[in-house]
C-alpha cells in the first residue's frame, strides 16, 4: 500500500501548540516504527478566516475528502465572536463534517487510573470507567432545515428543525451496535421520545437495528434521564448512541467525569471509500480554549490519543494505538501533569512540550 496521507488542520487558539505535539509523535511513528505518513498541513477556522475570509477554503475541503485521515486540532476565539454567523470558524467545522459525510462520532469517556481523584465525582464511581458516546454528526437540528430567523408580525422568531430520516438513525445505530460487539455488548439509545416525534422514530429504528444483533443488550433513556444517569452511575453504560444535539451535551457530561477535557480524543467516521479505509477526522474534544493560549500550559493528550484513534480506526495499527496509549497512561502514573491536571497537592506542571517529551520518552522505553 502507498504511503497513508494525513492532512492537519491545527486551527485556533491552543490547537497548534497540541498538534505540534501530535505531530512529534507521527514522527517517531515514522521513525522508530516504520510507518510514514504524508502529511500536509492547512488552515481551518479563524486562522483560514483571517488569511482568506472564509473558515474553510474550497482547496481545503476538497484535500480532506481526498486523504485517508484528517486530524483537526481546535476553531474559534473571542476574535471571531461578532463575524456573520456564515463564517463563524465554527462553519468550517461543521463543514467539514457535513460534507465528508461524517456521521458515526465515537467519543471515548475513559478514566485512566492515575487521574480518578481529579473527577468532580467521588473516586469509586469513576474508577475504570470506559464508556464508548456516538453521537450521530451529520443530521438533527445542526442541520435540519427550515432554519433562521424572520420576522412574524412585529417581532423576530429563531427557528431551527430537529430531522431525522430512518437511514440517518440507521447507520448511525449501527455504528453503535458494531463497536458494542467488540466492547461490553451494551447499546443504550438516549432520545425524548415523550416529547419529540424525531425520538419516537429515533427509538424504533435503533429497536429494528438491534435485531440484527441479538448478544448486544439494547435499552431506551429519556437523554434528560440519561444526563442525570451519567453523573449518578456512570459504569452502567457500555456504549451510548444518540443524536447530534444530545450527543453534543452528553458527551461534555461524560467528559468531565474523566477529570479534565484535555484528556478526550474523539473520531468522526463516515463511509468506506476505495481504498476501504473509512472517511475520517480526528479531533480533542476540547475547544480552542482561548484564556491559555500561547501560554505553553495546554494538555496535548486529548489530541495525541485523537492520534491513537487514528492508528486505530483508520490505517488498522490497534497494537501501535493501544502502545501510544500504554505510553499516555504511563507518563500519568509516574506523577507527570500539566496545568489542568494539578491537584490540591501542587507541584511544578509540565509544559505542553515537555507532556510531548515525556511520551516520546516512554515510546522509545516500550521498545
Ligand atoms: C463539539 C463542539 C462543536 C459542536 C462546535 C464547536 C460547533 O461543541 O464538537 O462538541 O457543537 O458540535
Ligand atoms: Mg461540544
Redesign the pocket.
Known sequence: MSTPTLLILPGDGIGPEVMDQVTRIIDWFGAKRDMPFDVTTDLVGGAAYDAHGVPLHDDTMARAQEVDAVLLGA??GPAYDDLDFSVKP?RG??RLRKEMDLFSNLRPAQCFDALADFSSLKKDIVAGLDIMIVRELTSGVYFGEPRGIIEEGNERVGINTQRYTESEIERAARSAFELAMRRGKKVCSMEKANVMEAGILWREVVTRVGLDYPEVELSHMYADNGAMQLVRAPKQFDVIVTDNLFG?IL?DCAAMLTGSLGMLPSASLGAPMANGRPKAMYEP?H?SAPDITGQGKANPIACILSFAMALRYSFDQGDEATRLENAIESVLASGARTADLMGPEGGTPLSTSQMGDAILAALDASL
Open positions: 476553531v474559534g465554527e467545522l461543521l453534543d458527551s474534544v475547544g
